[in-house]
């Protein structure tokens, strides 16, 4: 039983969820670094593809559905292994340095999402992608910014996260799950609201919100929370099975959430049917994401999960920085600078240029290369500056 709290409802029993003693921050685990870097370059690859006009030349087929499958699991794996950075770092230092440590980081983070908008807006107006009359309205979030848009959500998940992780140290575990619950019950009640219709100035503003109408393909900053929260949930579980030597990304939450989410994706395609599940998240549309419809998070976040399981089994936690060779890795431990400055080269490209499929194809591949290079090269620089003594 929680210390201070009533009984919670269980899930799959009470005990799953029971608060541990204050341990440090946890080591940084290799196989978030990998899950992340690799979240980072199927989303930049799926931007790139775009700009570079490769993906519009690929015609509608069954290999193009399953990578746009694997491109739209990026994102919430973005989302989840947030909600557990915020559990395991920024959470335990809550606990061990106070409150105002832990603003202030978050505050600069979402200080430094904003500015990655910001360089991402400039180069889209710089191109051509954002015109002058426009920029205005992209500062004041009534227009998307092309790739650069999630950056936005970050920003704000930043600082409405500082409370939430302000909280959790005296309100205990349950509050992400009940924070979850409440987005949920919230967002059955949303279509029930007057909403602007889709040719007011204000649409894209209540969209990018709330998914009402549902004009931005990331979801809306309400639904995707609800991510965040699972991903201190299961932070939450790696932290305590970490601190007993245990496997960290397992065990009965894990079980439990992954089983919940086949349940609901099961329902879902009960009550829509199955092509129509399938053609709402592979298809380019992202029709499923875009009304931030409940079987897509379902699908991303087991997608997710998964994503996050096999690069455990591949780098467990005990693996060392120097084992893990992959030469992109580096991305997920700098994912805020090569993904703002990714997008920001992907803005600068002109909107109306030609591409032939293998020039595109070219560019798309040079340009990976390039960022990988820009991460590693910052990797290295941050690892000279750690082992200069103080």
Not at 43 to 68: D, E, G, M, Q, R
Not at 102 to 115: E, F, T, Y
Not at 199 to 219: D, I, K, Y
Request: proline fraction near 7%; aromatic fraction near 10%; hydrophobic fraction near 55%.
């Amino acid at each position: 039983m929680l210390s201070g709290m009533p009984p919670a409802p269980a899930l799959h029993g009470a005990a799953i969820l029971q608060q541990p003693a204050r341990v440090s921050v946890a080591p940084r685990l290799l196989f978030i670094d990998v899950a992340r870097a690799l979240a980072i370059l199927g989303a930049l690859t799926a931007h790139a593809v775009a700009v570079f006009s490769v993906w519009p030349s690929v015609p509608p087929n069954t290999i193009k559905a399953l990578a746009n499958a694997l491109f739209f699991t990026c994102t919430p794996t973005f989302f989840l292994l947030f909600g557990v950075m915020l559990e395991v770092v920024y959470v335990s230092r809550c606990e061990r340095d106070g409150a105002a440590s832990v603003s202030r980081r978050l505050a600069l983070r979402a200080v430094q999402c904003a500015a990655g908008l910001a360089l991402g807006m400039v180069c889209a107006w710089l191109s051509g992608r954002i015109l002058t009359a426009q920029l205005g309205a992209a500062l004041l979030g009534m227009i998307d910014t092309p790739n650069s848009g999630i950056l936005r959500f970050y920003a704000i998940a930043m600082l409405l996260s500082i409370p939430v992780v302000l909280l959790r140290p005296r309100l205990g575990p349950w509050l992400p799950v009940a924070l979850i619950t409440v987005i949920w019950l919230v967002a059955a009640a949303l279509p029930w609201l007057p909403w602007p219709d889709a040719t007011s100035r204000w649409a894209f503003l209540t969209g990018f919100l709330f998914a009402h109408p549902p004009l931005w393909p990331g979801g809306s900053v309400w639904h995707n929370l609800s991510v965040v929260f699972l991903g201190m949930v299961l932070g939450y579980q790696l932290r305590q099975r970490l601190a007993r030597g245990l496997t960290p990304f397992g065990g009965p939450v894990v079980v439990v959430v992954a089983l919940a989410g086949l349940v609901g994706v099961a329902l879902c395609i009960g009550h829509m049917g199955f092509s129509e599940v399938a053609h709402g998240y592979c298809s380019t549309g992202r029709q499923l994401r875009s009304a931030a419809h409940p079987a897509y998070f379902l699908i991303s976040t087991l997608c997710a999960m998964v994503l996050i399981a096999l690069a455990q089994q591949v780098y467990p936690s005990a693996t060392t920085r120097e084992q893990v060779r992959l030469p992109f890795v580096a991305l997920g431990r700098h994912s805020l600078l090569t993904f703002a400055l990714g997008n920001a080269l992907l803005n600068l490209y002109p909107p109306k240029m030609p591409t032939r499929l293998w020039a595109g194809v070219a560019a798309t591949v040079l340009f990976l290369v390039a960022i990988c290079a820009l991460a590693q090269w910052s990797d290295d620089r941050s690892a000279r500056r750690r082992a200069v003594p103080a």
